[in-house]
């Protein structure tokens, strides 16, 4: 069984690499901010709310995740899961291990991804003129890394204490193929 933690400031390729691993082995990719841009689209009183927030930068609530993810994950089979952008605050990791406890489940892989502001904030500009997303304009790239730096290091950094058997830094100044290797090497090996 193989269940993956992507952590990394926006921009940081936690999507792509998700996504390139999840196909090679077959793994349930969760992206939760792709969860949340479709359910947008249902123009729902719901969606007129998260549109909001998610144009700010801001993090939705917990109680909004933490029952989208649960919902997805009581229904996984049994290969495995990708989390990519979840759990973001303290709250959503501790629902995250109850969850899995009670389930008899575990993590078994956290690859923190690491990237500079500069580099991410160049990378978000040029993404924002492929995908037009909403809140990849330059006044909310800011709000977003503040949320990252404030709430969802301090969670990554709450893992990297307690789970430093499983924990794994990543360069993401590199490659998209590089990085790839590089992950792929540390799920061979172990
Ligand atoms: P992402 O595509 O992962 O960058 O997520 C886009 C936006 O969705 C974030 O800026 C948040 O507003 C919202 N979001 C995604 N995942 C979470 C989460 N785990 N907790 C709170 N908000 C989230």
Redesign the pocket.
Known sequence: MNNIIFFGP?GAG??TQAKLISEDLSLSHL????I??KKILEKDALAIKLKE??SS????S?DI?NSIVLSRLSNESNKGFIL??????LA?SEYLNNFLENSGNRINYIFNIKLSFEILKNRILKRSSEESRE?DKIEVIQT?YS?YKNTTEKVSNFYKKTQSHIFYEIDGSQQIHEITKNIKKILKKS
């Not at 992206?31 to 792709?34: D, K, L, W």
Request: glycine share 14%.
């Open positions: 926006p936690k999507g992206s939760t901010g792709e949340l841009r927030i998610m930068g801001k993090l939705v917990d995740l990519d952008g979840y759990p973001r605050t959503q809140d977003r949320e």
